[in-house]
């Protein structure tokens, strides 16, 4: 994967997530035109479209657009259920996600998106090893004392 | 002492990061965002110049907010250094989220964090290292990556496996990176893949893949282990439910769909990895359930791995019908891949393909544009002789109501596979009428050229075409190419039509003022283009020798336009008279039909007005020039050919009299013309350069070469540019090309035709120049042509 945007319904950026190095600039260029581009698209068409040398699969969940670029060579339609389990995990996390979440938690956002995807590759396909991975963190989080040690090597 | 009072700005406190963004979601215009963000940021400023550590993530953290928004935040880049240098997990964590998104290789400060991801890859906890390894794998420029390679080594075999799943892909990262390191992860790999843990098993595979990927060399190191992961996949298969990685009743299909992609790079031209996974892949694909789209994701990339692979027959078959069906599935995604992939097997496995074909046709009529484009190219690819009459019925439908940017390559598709499986003349000559008809403005511009070609070489149709082409002139006049190609055929065959000799259609009765009528309303219409007036003036022309009342109304409409502002018009029209007023006894000669030409095969194509021909009317039609269009302004310009030549053209008398006289001054003989041997003059890369000659006898001094560049490789021929150069005592004049593009596997060939004026008969010789694009590269060839026929110039 080469890059996730989430944004909603009137183009405003809720996350961005880039696997390729690009500079400011390129990155608001790309984003700006392709928010275009697929907020043009109508609610009947389908998830994929070529744009530039890249395939962009897509889906809207509620108020949001979860858009993803991949390569020539991957599976289009395992994207889609790699969105949709991200939806799950943040579902799962938020309690019933939805937009505002995202907006007031952004970071929480980037956290869980960074336990189940890696450099771009899914790295943990069990939904309950990634929400534990977040749980523990959060938890070390609010324990911020420093008299609390490593954890052990096992709960992960 | 009173304190002094505080300036204004200063009042306003910091804002927690929930209020800040309330309020810019408060804000009403982009102005009022733009201030609050501003006076949050000179907070935020003051903060990190005040350093106040333990308030640095929350600042951070804002401004990674407004960093989201649009606004400038590169003032946080040291901030996340420190942050990262901090103890806390709290820092550590935004400023690990901020280095990800604030730094990148480009900026310098980016290796500063090098030492820091180094510490805590050795030293740091667990979710401290996973913090660590996510931000190698998200940034880490190349010299990152050789720095922290042994680290990122040692961690592969450490027992934790959340620390170890995030290794494996960090490696990934780096190879990617910094290929030579492929050296240090391999040999870790064939021990990771005896792991249980699905998230290292997945992140394994994506390494071993990339690793094959890159290297061919370390292909047959993983061949060994096809079994292994057939292993695993027969595992996943057969598996029942698991409530930790089923989806929809499929087992970790994430993991599935990796593992046969593997398959797929190590089968690859490999018949024994092959034969090892083939059993695997047929069960794969007959067993996955396809209610909901994670089946379907495993089921589409078996497809792909079963059509790479040297598979058995029916796999394949299987593969190609499990395609098929996704083209019936509800789910439109499903039917984009379909037809995706199926364009993509039309060459190789074309029967297999063929039999989806009426599914394929239904996929036309998808609102979706970019199904039905698909649809559309794939139908185009499975047209063949036996079901060319019902696909173009169903093409032509298409046209009708197809999007604006599909037309074009609707219309051309149908006239192509006309021209390739016509099962008759008059089918195909019906076929490109009624595409003209339905989408004129859409077609390219050689389809006049060739249905006029193609009418003039079927003489037994001459009488039903015109018919046809008269009726639907009369119509509708504003299609231009089909305007064209009916002036052209009332104007060669008005005899034909005001006879009403036409057998194969109703019997027209036509009266010739209401041809005069039509074809000057053509004339005088403002939807009709320069060149589609021109046809109809010399259509005029023309049946004044065809009709057998006076001619009083056409000279009339000849001579008005002799002031018509429109040079090309005027100069026509002009002659025209001339040939009415002192040459009418040669005006019957000169207006006589053309000759039939000898067709060359479909493969032929010209373009429109720009050819000539050195026009004879008594020479028998040996020519291999093809010249459709009679006309008479090219032929009477005939040494006013396109420019491109080295040698500048003499100085020509251009009085349109005096052209015309020199012309008639040539003596008629009857030729007995044995034909010149033609000479293929290049040959690169499937592009062919032929020359033909033809010496008309009336003019000794004269060569016709054609030169055709033909292309047979699977790349484009564009922007191809001919020149040519003769010595000083010839003169050289080349006609406009046909074109610039000669398509691939065997396309339509540009021809262009060159006039050599040889008075001394001197050795031909002749350097040729060409320029053109092929395979993505511009090429420049310059050669010298030495060993023409004698013939050409004795």
């Given at each position: 994967m080469q890059f996730m945007l989430l944004f909603s319904r009137q183009g405003k950026l809720r996350l961005q997530k880039w696997y390729v190095p690009l500079s400011d600039k390129e990155k608001k260029k790309i984003t700006r035109e392709l928010v275009q581009t697929v907020l043009a698209r109508k609610p009947k068409m389908c998830s994929f479209l070529e744009w530039r040398d890249l395939k962009i699969v897509y889906k809207r969940y509620a108020s949001l657009y979860f858009c993803c670029a991949i390569e020539d060579q991957d599976n289009e339609l395992i994207t889609l259920e790699i969105i949709h389990r991200y939806v799950e995990l943040l579902d799962k996390y938020f309690g019933s996600v939805c937009e505002l979440d995202i907006i007031f938690n952004f970071e929480k956002a980037y956290f869980i998106l960074d336990e189940f995807l890696l450099g771009g590759e899914v790295q943990e396909t069990s939904k309950k090893n990634v929400l534990k991975a977040i749980e523990q963190a959060d938890l070390l989080q609010e324990n911020q004392n420093e008299d609390w040690g490593g954890l052990s090597d096992d709960i992960l | 002492m009173r304190a002094l009072p505080r300036p204004a700005r200063m009042v306003l406190p910091s804002l927690k990061l929930p209020e800040l963004i309330q309020e810019i979601r408060g804000a009403k215009t982009q102005a009022q965002e733009r201030e609050v963000i501003q006076k949050e940021c000179a907070h935020i400023r003051a903060a990190f110049r005040e350093g106040d550590a333990p308030q640095r993530h929350r600042q951070l953290a804002k401004l990674l907010y407004v960093h989201m928004l649009g606004y400038p935040a590169h003032f946080g880049q040291m901030e996340c250094l420190k942050l990262i240098a901090s103890p806390r997990f709290t820092d550590k964590r935004v400023g690990y989220l901020g280095a990800m998104l604030l730094l990148d290789e480009r900026q310098d400060a980016h290796l500063l964090i090098t030492n820091s991801i180094k510490n805590d890859l050795s030293q740091g906890t667990q979710p401290v290292q996973g913090l660590a390894l996510c931000t190698l794998s998200t940034m880490g420029s190349a010299e990152m990556c050789r720095d922290l390679a042994n680290e990122v080594e040692r961690l592969l075999l450490r027992p934790s496996p959340y620390i170890r799943k995030k290794a494996v892909l960090a490696a990934v990262h780096m190879i990617r990176k910094v290929p030579e390191l492929s050296d240090i992860f391999l040999p870790p790999c064939t021990q990771l893949l005896r792991e249980r843990h699905h998230g290292i098993l997945i992140g394994t595979i994506t390494l071993i893949t990339e690793l094959c990927e890159r290297s061919p060399a370390a292909l047959p190191h993983f061949r060994q282990v096809v079994p292994q992961l057939v292993q695993i996949l027969r595992i996943l298969v057969m598996s029942?439910?698991?409530?930790e990685h089923s989806v929809a009743g499929i087992s970790d299909p994430f993991l599935q769909v990796k593992i046969l992609r593997l398959l797929r790079i190590l089968g690859r031209n490999h018949e024994e990895s092959s034969e090892a996974m083939n059993d695997m892949l047929a069960q794969v694909a007959t067993n996955t359930d396809t209610s909901r789209n994670a089946g379907n994701a495993v089921l589409y990339e078996t497809v792909l791995t079963i059509v790479d692979i040297p598979s058995a027959s029916g796999l394949r078959v299987l593969a190609v019908n499990i395609l098929g069906r996704f083209l019936l599935n509800s789910d439109k995604n499903i039917r984009y891949v379909a037809l995706t992939s199926l364009l993509q097997l039309v060459q190789s496995d074309h029967s297999a393909v063929q039999r989806h074909r009426p599914t394929v046709v239904e996929c036309?009529?998808?609102?979706d544009a970019s199904l039905s484009r698909r649809a559309l190219e794939l139908s185009l690819a499975l047209v063949n002789s036996s079901n060319i009459r019902s696909m173009t019925q169903e093409l032509q439908g298409f046209l009708e109501s197809c999007p604006a940017d599909l037309r074009a390559d609707c219309a051309s598709g149908i006239l192509l596979a006309a021209e390739r499986f016509a099962p008759t003349k008059r089918w195909h000559i019906d076929t490109i009428m009624q595409v003209l008809t339905t989408a004129g403005a859409h077609v390219r511009d050689d389809a006049v050229a060739n249905l006029t070609q193609l009418i003039g070489g079927a003489e037994e149709l001459h009488a039903y075409s015109v018919c046809q082409l008269y009726n639907a002139l009369a119509a509708d006049i504003s299609q231009q190419p089909l305007v064209q190609v009916a002036a052209w055929c009332i104007g060669e065959y008005g005899d034909l039509l005001l006879s009403g000799s036409c057998e194969e259609a109703e019997p027209l009765q036509v009266q010739e003022e209401e041809v005069l009528t039509l074809l000057e309303k053509v004339l005088q219409s403002h939807l009709s283009l320069p060149a589609t007036r021109g046809y109809a003036l010399t259509a005029l022309m023309k049946l004044s020798t065809r009709i057998q009342g006076d001619n009083n109304r056409i000279r009339q409409i000849v001579s008005i336009y002799g002031?018509?502002?429109?040079i090309e018009l005027q100069q026509r029209a002009v002659e025209y008279n001339a040939l009415f007023r002192k040459y009418d006894h040669m005006r019957p000669a000169i207006l006589e039909k053309m000759p039939l030409v000898e067709h060359g095969g479909p493969q032929d194509d010209e373009a429109g007005e720009g050819k000539e021909e050195p026009w004879n009317p008594n020479r028998e039609s040996q020519s291999p020039t093809k010249t459709p269009t009679a006309n008479l302004l090219d032929l009477l310009d005939l040494l006013n050919g396109a420019s491109g030549d080295a040698q500048p053209p003499p100085a020509l008398d251009l009085t349109p009299g005096g052209s015309l006289l020199h012309l008639l001054d040539l003596p008629s003989t009857t030729p007995s013309l044995a034909p010149i041997p033609g000479l293929k003059v290049f040959d690169r890369e499937g592009l062919q350069i032929n020359l033909s000659f033809v010496r008309p006898p009336e003019i000794p001094a004269l060569l016709l070469i054609t030169a055709t560049a033909s292309n047979t490789s699977k790349s484009d021929v564009t922007h191809f540019v001919c020149q040519a150069a003769v010595p000083k005592s010839f003169q050289l004049q080349l006609q406009i090309p046909s074109g610039d593009t000669v398509p691939a596997q065997g396309g339509p060939p540009i021809t262009q035709v060159l006039r050599v004026l040889n008075p001394n008969k001197a050795p031909l010789r002749m350097r040729l120049k060409l320029t053109y694009n092929h395979f993505g590269q511009s090429v420049q060839e310059i050669f010298e042509v030495k060993d023409f026929p004698p013939d050409t110039w004795q």
């Amino acid at each position: 994967m080469q890059f996730m945007l989430l944004f909603s319904r009137q183009g405003k950026l809720r996350l961005q997530k880039w696997y390729v190095p690009l500079s400011d600039k390129e990155k608001k260029k790309i984003t700006r035109e392709l928010v275009q581009t697929v907020l043009a698209r109508k609610p009947k068409m389908c998830s994929f479209l070529e744009w530039r040398d890249l395939k962009i699969v897509y889906k809207r969940y509620a108020s949001l657009y979860f858009c993803c670029a991949i390569e020539d060579q991957d599976n289009e339609l395992i994207t889609l259920e790699i969105i949709h389990r991200y939806v799950e995990l943040l579902d799962k996390y938020f309690g019933s996600v939805c937009e505002l979440d995202i907006i007031f938690n952004f970071e929480k956002a980037y956290f869980i998106l960074d336990e189940f995807l890696l450099g771009g590759e899914v790295q943990e396909t069990s939904k309950k090893n990634v929400l534990k991975a977040i749980e523990q963190a959060d938890l070390l989080q609010e324990n911020q004392n420093e008299d609390w040690g490593g954890l052990s090597d096992d709960i992960l | 002492m009173r304190a002094l009072p505080r300036p204004a700005r200063m009042v306003l406190p910091s804002l927690k990061l929930p209020e800040l963004i309330q309020e810019i979601r408060g804000a009403k215009t982009q102005a009022q965002e733009r201030e609050v963000i501003q006076k949050e940021c000179a907070h935020i400023r003051a903060a990190f110049r005040e350093g106040d550590a333990p308030q640095r993530h929350r600042q951070l953290a804002k401004l990674l907010y407004v960093h989201m928004l649009g606004y400038p935040a590169h003032f946080g880049q040291m901030e996340c250094l420190k942050l990262i240098a901090s103890p806390r997990f709290t820092d550590k964590r935004v400023g690990y989220l901020g280095a990800m998104l604030l730094l990148d290789e480009r900026q310098d400060a980016h290796l500063l964090i090098t030492n820091s991801i180094k510490n805590d890859l050795s030293q740091g906890t667990q979710p401290v290292q996973g913090l660590a390894l996510c931000t190698l794998s998200t940034m880490g420029s190349a010299e990152m990556c050789r720095d922290l390679a042994n680290e990122v080594e040692r961690l592969l075999l450490r027992p934790s496996p959340y620390i170890r799943k995030k290794a494996v892909l960090a490696a990934v990262h780096m190879i990617r990176k910094v290929p030579e390191l492929s050296d240090i992860f391999l040999p870790p790999c064939t021990q990771l893949l005896r792991e249980r843990h699905h998230g290292i098993l997945i992140g394994t595979i994506t390494l071993i893949t990339e690793l094959c990927e890159r290297s061919p060399a370390a292909l047959p190191h993983f061949r060994q282990v096809v079994p292994q992961l057939v292993q695993i996949l027969r595992i996943l298969v057969m598996s029942g439910y698991s409530a930790e990685h089923s989806v929809a009743g499929i087992s970790d299909p994430f993991l599935q769909v990796k593992i046969l992609r593997l398959l797929r790079i190590l089968g690859r031209n490999h018949e024994e990895s092959s034969e090892a996974m083939n059993d695997m892949l047929a069960q794969v694909a007959t067993n996955t359930d396809t209610s909901r789209n994670a089946g379907n994701a495993v089921l589409y990339e078996t497809v792909l791995t079963i059509v790479d692979i040297p598979s058995a027959s029916g796999l394949r078959v299987l593969a190609v019908n499990i395609l098929g069906r996704f083209l019936l599935n509800s789910d439109k995604n499903i039917r984009y891949v379909a037809l995706t992939s199926l364009l993509q097997l039309v060459q190789s496995d074309h029967s297999a393909v063929q039999r989806h074909r009426p599914t394929v046709v239904e996929c036309l009529k998808d609102p979706d544009a970019s199904l039905s484009r698909r649809a559309l190219e794939l139908s185009l690819a499975l047209v063949n002789s036996s079901n060319i009459r019902s696909m173009t019925q169903e093409l032509q439908g298409f046209l009708e109501s197809c999007p604006a940017d599909l037309r074009a390559d609707c219309a051309s598709g149908i006239l192509l596979a006309a021209e390739r499986f016509a099962p008759t003349k008059r089918w195909h000559i019906d076929t490109i009428m009624q595409v003209l008809t339905t989408a004129g403005a859409h077609v390219r511009d050689d389809a006049v050229a060739n249905l006029t070609q193609l009418i003039g070489g079927a003489e037994e149709l001459h009488a039903y075409s015109v018919c046809q082409l008269y009726n639907a002139l009369a119509a509708d006049i504003s299609q231009q190419p089909l305007v064209q190609v009916a002036a052209w055929c009332i104007g060669e065959y008005g005899d034909l039509l005001l006879s009403g000799s036409c057998e194969e259609a109703e019997p027209l009765q036509v009266q010739e003022e209401e041809v005069l009528t039509l074809l000057e309303k053509v004339l005088q219409s403002h939807l009709s283009l320069p060149a589609t007036r021109g046809y109809a003036l010399t259509a005029l022309m023309k049946l004044s020798t065809r009709i057998q009342g006076d001619n009083n109304r056409i000279r009339q409409i000849v001579s008005i336009y002799g002031s018509c502002l429109d040079i090309e018009l005027q100069q026509r029209a002009v002659e025209y008279n001339a040939l009415f007023r002192k040459y009418d006894h040669m005006r019957p000669a000169i207006l006589e039909k053309m000759p039939l030409v000898e067709h060359g095969g479909p493969q032929d194509d010209e373009a429109g007005e720009g050819k000539e021909e050195p026009w004879n009317p008594n020479r028998e039609s040996q020519s291999p020039t093809k010249t459709p269009t009679a006309n008479l302004l090219d032929l009477l310009d005939l040494l006013n050919g396109a420019s491109g030549d080295a040698q500048p053209p003499p100085a020509l008398d251009l009085t349109p009299g005096g052209s015309l006289l020199h012309l008639l001054d040539l003596p008629s003989t009857t030729p007995s013309l044995a034909p010149i041997p033609g000479l293929k003059v290049f040959d690169r890369e499937g592009l062919q350069i032929n020359l033909s000659f033809v010496r008309p006898p009336e003019i000794p001094a004269l060569l016709l070469i054609t030169a055709t560049a033909s292309n047979t490789s699977k790349s484009d021929v564009t922007h191809f540019v001919c020149q040519a150069a003769v010595p000083k005592s010839f003169q050289l004049q080349l006609q406009i090309p046909s074109g610039d593009t000669v398509p691939a596997q065997g396309g339509p060939p540009i021809t262009q035709v060159l006039r050599v004026l040889n008075p001394n008969k001197a050795p031909l010789r002749m350097r040729l120049k060409l320029t053109y694009n092929h395979f993505g590269q511009s090429v420049q060839e310059i050669f010298e042509v030495k060993d023409f026929p004698p013939d050409t110039w004795q």
